[in-house]
């Protein structure tokens, strides 16, 4: 996504602190779009590992699942309740497959 810079510096304004790392751009996102009614995509492949597809210690993996859940909730509650309410149901399904760690 190409960004302007007068957007990149309108948004120290909208930065919302109660989230971490995990959901920053996905918020950005939700943001933006409420405020311009376009955007454009580059067709290029970022190599980025995934945590998701790492192999790492259970107790790494947990505190990006609980990172993750909190960053999505939180995001969903200011979307709507039923956002929330799907969100929270799709965590605890996850949750409860334990495919998170997988």
């Known amino acids: 996504m190409c960004i302007r810079l007068d957007v990149i510096n309108d948004y120290k304004i909208l930065f919302d602190?109660?989230?971490s790392f995990y959901g920053i751009d996905t918020?950005?996102?939700i943001d933006y779009s409420k405020k311009?009614?376009?955007l454009?995509?580059?067709d290029y492949?970022?190599?980025h590992n995934l945590s998701k597809f790492e192999k790492e210690?259970?107790?790494i993996k947990e505190r990006r699942f609980k990172s993750h859940c909190?960053?999505?909730l939180y995001?969903?509650?200011?979307?709507s309740i039923f956002a929330f309410i799907s969100c929270l149901v799709g965590i605890i399904r996850h949750r409860i497959s334990k495919d998170y760690l997988n």
């Open 36 to 38: 311009f009614p376009f």
């Open 45 to 47: 492949r970022l190599k």
């Open 70 to 72: 909190k960053a999505s």
């Open 57 to 59: 210690e259970y107790t």
């Open 17 to 19: 602190e109660n989230l």
């Open 75 to 79: 995001i969903a509650k200011k979307i």
């Open 27 to 29: 918020k950005f996102s």
């Open 40 to 42: 454009y995509v580059l």
